[in-house]
Nanobody, 121 residues
Framework: QVQLVESGGGLVQPGGSLRLSCAAS????????MGWYRQAPGKQRELVAA???????NYADSVKGRFTISRDNTKNTVYLHMNSLKPEDTAVYYC???????????????WGKGTLVTVSS
């Protein structure tokens, strides 16, 4: 199994910044992609940013130019740098990893428990 643990959420004023971190641990053979999703109250979970290994990064249109995703493959960690935060960015942010635990097992999606980001004055 792969465990994902997020950190870095909290309360921030509009226009402020936060950095989320997510560390993967457990039985990891290979991680193919890591990313961030979010779910606001009453809404569906949506992709925020994803960074495949060796592929191009994807961002939701609503965060382009404000959020930056980065990975430290030596630590199996993904970060989300969030700038110019808006009240509509308020949500629970979930870390996601597409990974395998053995060479012969299929790729599976793993999720963290989420970290709450609240943007409010």
């Amino acid at each position: 199994q792969v465990q994902l643990v997020e950190s870095g959420g909290g309360l921030v004023q509009p226009g402020g910044s936060l950095r989320l971190s997510c560390a993967a641990s457990g039985t990891i053979f290979s991680i193919y992609a890591m990313g961030w999703y979010r779910q606001a109250p009453g809404k569906q979970r949506e992709l925020v940013a994803a960074k495949p290994s060796g592929g191009s990064t994807n961002y939701a249109d609503s965060v382009k130019g404000r959020f930056t995703i980065s990975r430290d493959n030596t630590k199996n960690t993904v970060y989300l740098h969030m700038n110019s935060l808006k009240p509509e960015d308020t949500a629970v942010y979930y870390c996601n990893a597409l990974a395998t635990t053995r060479a012969t097992t299929p790729r599976m999606n793993y999720w963290g428990k989420g970290t709450l980001v609240t943007v409010s004055s």
